[in-house]
């Protein structure tokens, strides 16, 4: 209860004491004698008792001390209410409302959902609310002023006078202000803010910059420029978008702004002037890669990325393959060189997706893997060149050249008829010319082995071996030379090669010896002492043991000379 009420009801009580104990003489003497009547009538023989003096005194002491109690005990309360908010507690003022009436009681409704009503007379209200951030509850003050009267403030007001004050928040009648600690936050924005022009057209610049906007676009976003709705049964709205907003009626796309009101619309760019057909040319606005679209002859300019300059030493591989045949084809150095300058120039006049899907499977494959290791999937398939999954409209007589060209080499590649073995067969052997191993790309079948194909790929230096379903199941090193020869003796010709494990041929030259019947590889290293290379003498194989420090050539064979032969399972050097 509010303390001056309290002290108000305190004081009426206190009066109707006073009164009480406020007997006149007159009343007591009736009083008095009135006892002694009803004393003489109902008693004989018994003493009447006379009240004592001190009565009416202790009376009138005893109300007198009440009301100074009481007025001590309120003094004291003041006190007390005035420091119940100190200025140092975290009690900021959130919202200050002010609310004038002049005729029928009205309620306002304050930032923090309290509800401030106001009657007749000119009567002021002002409510501030502050949050207490220790125990998270909130404390309001009320300051009540009549026309002409002099403000006064009760409780925590004078504290939040003072808050108000120094917050530099004015009340004034008939307004609303509301104060708080605010926080600045850039808005959130997801692309740049897009300026139409005074006449409204739509630009290319214009398509761009609201591209950036993506899934933020809505129906206002397109409002202001000229647009035809050709909708039934919902907006459809064609914008024309000009090269720029100043003059002539030249324009190479339509924006197509379609959907329900109440919902983002779909935004479509298409090529050209719009003709309602699903095939023609199209982007979204949103989520497609709007400024390739629109600037083709950039993004065409590079499909082919780093191999539209790289130079043939920095290829490390390109292989072909076609459905005609069952085998692909390795290209040597010679027909790398060709292929890759056939490739680089191609020009791409148009982006056609994925268009060649729905082509049939006849599509050559061309796959280059250059020195970094990073693969490039080409290919053709008319009348379209293809990159990485993406159709490309190209020249149809640079395409068809490349696409015969490579299907040529394929067939080229092809196994022949099987090829007897009997003794020792050298297959290449370069000794006197080791560069010249780059150039031979060459695919073998042997009698032995009908079903399977051996792939010399001199680029890539080694030897592939394939199953009769094209399937790859085993790859051989080879550098210097390779030769077929039984070396265990069980009627199979081994495949022996010789070959350098390090960066040139004078450190770690070894023989790798495949078992192919038996499914098992052998090698014959002399680590850091001794290198090893295969040769070829009056219809035997040889091998030159030669001291790394020699200074005779590993190829002179001036080392010591041996056979390759077999001890516990082991490829060993046996000296002849």
Request: proline share 3%; net charge negative; aromatic share 10%.
């Amino acid at each position: 209860m509010n303390e001056l009420k309290f002290l108000e009801v305190m004081g009426k009580i206190d009066d109707d004491l006073i009164k009480e104990a406020e007997i006149t003489s007159d009343t007591l003497s009736e009083t008095e004698s009135s006892v002694n009547v009803r004393a003489e009538l109902s008693a004989s023989g018994v003493e009447i008792y006379r009240r004592s003096g001190w009565l009416r005194f202790a009376a009138v002491a005893s109300s007198v001390l009440l009301i100074i109690g009481l007025s001590a005990f309120g003094g004291y309360r003041l006190m007390n209410r005035k420091s119940a908010n100190p200025d140092h507690n975290n009690n900021d003022p959130v919202t200050v409302a002010t609310t004038a009436e002049n005729s029928d009681n009205t309620s306002t409704e304050n930032a923090k959902g309290s509800t401030v009503t106001t009657g007749k007379g000119q009567k002021t209200t002002v409510t501030t609310a502050a949050a207490d951030n220790t125990a998270g509850q909130s404390a309001v003050t009320s300051v009540t002023a009549k026309n002409g009267d002099k403000t006064k403030y009760t409780g925590t007001s004078a504290a939040a006078e003072r808050r108000t004050a120094s917050g530099g928040t004015t009340a004034k009648r008939g307004s609303a202000v509301t104060t708080a600690r605010t926080t600045t936050t850039a808005p959130k924005t997801t692309g740049s803010v897009v300026k139409p022009p005074v006449n409204g057209r739509m630009t290319e610049d214009i398509v761009l910059q609201l591209a950036q906007n993506g899934d933020a676009l809505t129906w206002k976003d397109f409002e202001p420029y000229e647009h035809t709705d050709i909708g039934s049964g919902q907006d459809v709205w064609k914008i024309l978008v000009y090269k720029d907003s100043k003059s002539g009626n030249d324009y190479d796309f339509t924006l197509i702004v379609s959907g329900v009101p109440e919902k983002k619309p779909k935004i479509t760019l298409v090529r050209g002037a719009y003709t309602g057909s699903s095939s023609q040319d199209r982007v979204d606005l949103r989520t497609g890669d709007v400024y390739n679209f629109m600037h083709p002859e950039i993004a065409l300019s590079t499909v082919l990325g780093t191999l539209k300059e790289c130079h043939p030493a920095f290829i490390r591989s390109i292989e072909l393959s076609y459905p005609w045949y069952t085998y692909p084809a390795k290209l040597s150095y010679p027909e790398l060189e060709e292929i890759l300058r056939m490739i680089q120039e191609l020009t791409f006049t148009k982006n056609e997706g994925s268009k060649w899907q729905s082509l049939s499977t006849n599509m050559l494959r061309i796959t280059v893997t250059d020195n970094n290791g990073m693969v490039h999937e080409l290919g053709t398939q008319y009348p379209y060149f293809l990159a990485d999954g993406t159709a490309y409209s190209v020249s149809a007589e640079k395409l068809t050249a490349l696409t015969e060209r490579c299907v040529g080499i394929i067939k080229e590649h092809q196994p022949s008829g099987p090829i007897d073995i009997s003794g020792v067969w050298c297959w290449h052997s370069f000794e006197d010319n080791i560069g010249s191993i780059r150039d031979i790309s060459e695919s073998i079948r042997l009698s032995q082995f009908p079903d399977f194909v051996f792939m010399w790929n001199g680029k890539e230096y080694y030897i592939e071996a394939y199953n009769s379903a094209g399937r790859k199941f085993a790859t051989i090193p080879v550098q210097f030379n390779a030769y077929f020869a039984d070396i265990n003796g069980d009627g199979y010709p081994e495949l022996c090669t010789t070959y350098d494990l390090g960066l040139n041929r004078d450190i770690f030259i070894e023989v790798r010896v495949w078992d192919i019947h038996n499914e098992l590889a052998y090698t014959l290293s002399g680590g850091e002492e001794d290198n090893y290379i295969l040769y070829e003498e009056n219809g035997e194989l040889f091998v030159n043991k030669e001291w790394k420090n020699s200074a005779w050539s590993i190829l002179s064979k001036h080392g010591e000379k041996g056979r390759l032969g077999f001890e516990n399972g082991q490829l060993v050097f046996i000296p002849v």
